[in-house]
């Protein structure tokens, strides 16, 4: 069992979502290093007692499970599999997990290199952005051999309430994936009820009483169209991010011969937005394309 006392965490990408979830492992007794790109980022961790990797490679070899949480998937296969990442450089018997949104694909090399060397790889991407992270009630789905994933359930649920194991390697990331159809669309619906409602001559935020609990209830329309009425574009998870992660879904539907109009239009949508200049907004951004 991961105890405080046996478990070394070590904590890449301290970003919108990572900091937050890095921090629940300082709450809860855990010893935490952390590793990312720019060390201001890791500022408010390091003042709560995280100690600061150097490297990657240094962070490999000091944790024996190590969470990343980075930005792209080549992000993702230069910090697992580059010639100072996690991979080569990583203990065996250590586990490590991925919350990056990535491919399904790279996550089953990333795993298919880790069990040479006699590590656990598990692909946990999450779902519940900033405010998930911060509450630590993100939904969590992985993909991995299942003692792994049974192994660090513990010290996943010290990030979500909703933790769910998929399958083998990948599977996770493919979670993800159908996560991220759902939501692309359904962020469309989101946006057009906002502003017909104010178009119409209605206060939005009393209609979102009527339909926010009805039949079009959502996540989104929850808590992302409060924040478009409010003018709150801030990220909770950015534009630029969410695009990569359409681009790998449409990829992977082209691969299973699937057509995914609703996926391609949202995507097209939130692309003309990045060419706008708001690629670091958060998705709630997409109510812009009707101002």
């Not at 599977?171 to 619906?189: F, L, P, R, V």
Request: proline share 4%.
């Amino acid at each position: 069992m991961l105890t405080p006392e046996n478990t070394v965490i070590g904590f890449i990408g301290t970003g919108v979502m990572g900091n937050s979830m890095a921090g629940h492992f300082i709450k809860a007794g855990y010893p935490l290093i952390v590793y990312t790109r720019t060390k201001e980022k890791a500022k408010k961790l390091i003042d709560n007692g995280a100690s600061w990797g150097e490297t990657v490679n240094e962070i490999a070899e000091k944790a024996n499970v190590i969470f990343t949480m980075v930005g792209y998937p080549s992000d993702v296969e230069e910090v697992y599999l580059g010639e100072n990442g996690l991979i080569p450089n990583g203990k065996k018997g250590s586990f490590m997990i991925d919350m990056t949104t990535s491919a399904p694909s790279l996550a089953v090399k990333i795993y298919q290199a880790a069990k040479k060397k006699g590590i656990h790889v598990i692909d946990a991407p999450v779902s519940g952005g900033d405010i998930g992270a911060r509450d630590a009630k993100l939904s969590v789905m992985a993909g991995g051999e299942k003692e792994s994933f049974e192994a660090v359930q513990p010290l996943l649920e010290h990030l979500g309430t909703n933790i769910v194991y998929q399958g083998t390697a990948g599977s996770g990331q493919h979670t993800k994936m159908s996560n991220q159809i759902a939501i692309a669309s359904n962020m469309i619906g989101v946006c057009e009820a906002i502003v017909y409602a104010q178009k119409a001559g209605l206060d939005p935020e009393n209609v979102l009483k009527s339909i926010a609990t009805g039949a079009a209830g959502s996540w989104s329309l929850s808590n992302l169209a409060p924040r478009m009425i409010k003018g709150d574009f801030e990220p909770g998870f950015y534009i630029k991010h969410f695009i990569k992660d359409m681009k790998i879904a449409l990829e992977e539907a082209e691969h299973m011969k699937m057509e995914v109009p609703g996926l391609a239009l949202a995507k097209s949508l939130y692309e003309q937005l990045a060419e706008r200049g708001e690629e670091n907004s958060g998705t709630q951004a997409l109510y812009k394309y009707w101002m």
